[in-house]
């Protein structure tokens, strides 16, 4: 395959880069580890937007071609949004380990236990950005309902 058949996602989540590799079929996903790099990112941005194209201005800038970039999160509405943007660090300290996906949903399902209003939205901004002036975002949401305890298999972070 030529780099014209591939993108670069932001990302060293596997989990993540086989859910966007549904998306593009045609093209072959990589991770910066594909390419011998070394990325992280600290998300401080204040909206999904910001941690998104953060993602992918900071990758973009230690490959120089094109990127594909998300930021995401789980919004409950009678938790003034939270987690929200910080859904991936939800109920983690600063300096000490972050929650593992099993012990953020714990968390938030002890957060929300007596709640009736259980609605929820997952949100999602994802960023292709094609040159350093040049890109795309989108942003949409999905409504849903906070389920009470896990179920499922699938997926990984608030997924089940």
Do not use: W
Not at 6 to 14: D, F, G, P, S
Not at 62 to 71: E, H, Q
């Amino acid at each position: 395959m030529d780099a014209g058949s591939e993108l670069v996602a932001a990302t060293n989540n596997k989990h993540k880069i086989r859910e966007l590799a549904r998306l593009f079929p045609d093209r072959r996903l990589l991770a910066p580890a594909d390419l011998g790099v070394s990325f992280d990112y600290e998300e401080e941005g204040t909206s999904y937007l910001d941690n998104a194209l953060g993602k992918a201005r900071k990758l973009y800038g230690l490959i120089r071609r094109p990127v594909l970039a998300d930021d995401s999160g789980l919004e409950v509405a009678a938790l003034g949004g939270e987690p929200g943007i910080f859904s991936s660090r939800y109920g983690s300290i600063v300096g000490q380990a972050r929650l593992t996906d099993r012990e953020r949903c714990t968390l938030l399902l002890a957060r929300t236990e007596q709640l009736e209003d259980r609605r929820c939205f997952f949100v999602c901004c994802m960023v292709a950005l094609f040159d350093e002036k040049r890109f795309v975002a989108a942003q949409e949401t999905f409504p849903g309902v906070l389920a009470r305890e896990p179920r499922g298999t699938g997926g990984f972070g608030y997924d089940p």
